[in-house]
C-alpha cells in the first residue's frame, strides 16, 4: 500500500523535515486535493491550509475512507482535534490546561466576554492555524465574517519565555522545542519572528503532557502538545496537535527514523 503524506497547494513539497521523512518511507509527497481515492496509508502532516475549508477537509476524509484508505492519526482524531472546543473538554477533566470559553455564531459574544470578567483576552479562531485571526481583545469585538465558525476567548497569560512544544510519537516522549517570541510580540508561532531553539524539558511539564494524551479519544500515533511557560515556572497546555504539527523533527535527527518505523509497522498492521 502506497505511503502519502499530504501536503497543501500552496507548498506541495512542504519543508525540508517532511522531505527527509519521505525519504525515509519512500512516501509521495502530494497536495490533499490533489490525491486519488483508493487504498493508500496517508500522514495529513502538512495540510496547512484545511483550516481554510474545514467542510472541504472533513468531506475529502470521508471520500477517501470510503475508498479503502487509512489515515495516521484516524479522520475521527483529526476532526475532533480540528474545533478548539476541545481544549474546553480537556479543560473540563481538571488538566493543566489555558482556561477557555467557546463561542460559537448566534452567540451574544460582548455580553459572555464581559461576563468572563478576563480583561482584554486573547480570542482565536475555533478553526485555525499558524497564528492566523489570533489577538488580544483590545482591538474592538470580532466581525462574524472573521470567525464563521467561531471562536476560543482565553484569558491573556504571561510566558515572556514562550512555549515548549513536547513532541510524541506512539505515546513516547521523544524530543521538545522552544518557540521564544519575537522582542515586542507575545505569540509564539512562526507568523510573528517566533526562535526555535532546543530544549530539555522538565519532568513536571512533560507529566502534564502525559496526562493530557491519556485524556485523548483514542491514542494517536504522533502528537505535539505545546504549553505556555507561565512567569512562575508553571506549564499551561493551550494546544494539543494532532493533525499537521511540525514535529521538529531536526531537534532530533534520530526521530525521523523513529517515525519511520513506527508508520511502517502501522502498515503491516493494516
Not at 100 to 129: E, H, T
Not at 145 to 167: R, S
Not at 192 to 205: N, S
Request: net charge negative; charged share 15%; hydrophobic share 45%.
Amino acid at each position: 500500500m502506497q505511503t502519502i503524506i499530504a501536503t497543501c497547494p500552496a507548498w506541495p513539497q512542504g519543508n525540508a523535515d517532511l522531505r527527509a521523512l519521505a525519504a525515509a518511507l519512500d512516501a509521495a509527497l502530494i497536495p490533499w486535493p490533489e490525491i486519488p481515492p483508493g487504498p493508500a496509508i496517508i500522514l495529513p502532516l502538512a495540510v496547512w491550509d484545511y483550516s481554510t475549508d474545514p467542510a472541504a477537509y472533513r468531506r475529502w476524509l470521508r471520500e477517501q475512507v470510503q475508498a479503502g484508505t487509512r489515515f495516521i492519526n484516524s479522520p475521527a482524531l483529526q476532526i475532533w482535534n480540528m474545533d478548539k472546543r476541545y481544549l474546553c473538554d480537556l479543560a473540563a477533566q481538571g488538566l493543566a490546561v489555558t482556561p477557555g470559553m467557546a463561542l460559537v455564531p448566534g452567540d451574544d459574544w460582548a455580553a459572555r466576554i464581559a461576563a468572563s470578567g478576563w480583561d482584554n483576552p486573547v480570542i482565536k479562531p475555533l478553526i485555525g492555524q499558524s497564528g492566523r485571526g489570533v489577538r488580544r481583545l483590545a482591538a474592538g469585538l470580532p466581525h462574524l465574517a472573521d470567525y464563521p465558525q467561531g471562536m476560543l476567548v482565553q484569558p491573556f497569560v504571561d510566558a515572556p519565555f514562550g512555549e515548549v512544544c513536547l513532541v510524541y510519537l506512539d505515546g513516547h516522549y521523544s524530543h521538545a522545542a522552544h518557540r521564544r517570541p519575537a522582542a515586542g510580540e507575545w505569540r509564539a508561532n512562526s507568523a510573528y519572528g517566533v526562535d526555535i531553539l532546543p530544549i530539555e524539558p522538565e519532568a513536571a511539564w512533560r507529566a502534564r503532557a502525559q496526562a493530557a494524551l491519556a485524556a485523548l479519544p483514542e491514542h494517536p500515533a504522533y502528537a505535539r502538545v505545546d504549553g505556555l511557560i507561565t512567569a512562575d515556572g508553571d506549564y499551561l497546555i493551550n494546544e494539543i496537535e494532532l493533525i499537521e504539527p511540525a514535529l521538529y523533527l531536526a531537534q532530533n535527527p534520530a526521530a525521523i527514523t523513529t517515525f519511520a518505523r513506527l508508520i511502517q509497522k502501522i502498515g503491516l498492521n493494516i
